[in-house]
Nanobody
Framework: QVQLQESGPGLVWPSQTLSLTCTVS??????????WSWIRQPPGKGPEWIGY???????YYSPSLKSRTSISRDTSKNQFTVQLKSVTPDDTAVYYC??????????WGQGTQITVSS
């Protein structure tokens, strides 16, 4: 059974950098052909895909967030991390880490609420 668990600060000040980590168990993030994504859902809106890191370490980001987003990984800890720079209140959302690329996802973390506010 694959399990994903997000960890993050909960509250972030505007203009700061948000950093979230996903710890994966039950599978390796280097397993061939799997992709590991971040998705967020702002209040009252639909899910928004942020980007992924592939099994080989390559990354791909949503064009709308690309300039502010970076996804990396620590294979020794089986974790992957997203950083979102210069956050604003519009970045307030529930953030999920998932196994999957751009369109298909089979395992999700429980999600973590991130609020951007001063």
């Amino acid at each position: 059974q694959v399990q994903l668990q997000e960890s993050g600060p909960g509250l972030v000040w505007p203009s700061q950098t948000l950093s979230l980590t996903c710890t994966v168990s039950g599978d390796s993030i280097t397993t061939n052909y799997y992709y590991w994504s971040w998705i967020r859902q702002p209040p009252g809106k639909g899910p928004e895909w942020i980007g992924y890191i592939a099994y080989g370490g390559s990354t791909y980001y949503s064009p709308s967030l690309k300039s502010r987003t970076s996804i990396s990984r620590d294979t020794s800890k089986n974790q992957f991390t997203v950083q979102l720079k210069s956050v604003t209140p519009d970045d307030t959302a529930v953030y999920y880490c998932v196994r999957g690329g751009c369109t298909y996802y089979d395992y999700w973390g429980q999600g973590t609420q991130i609020t951007v506010s001063s």
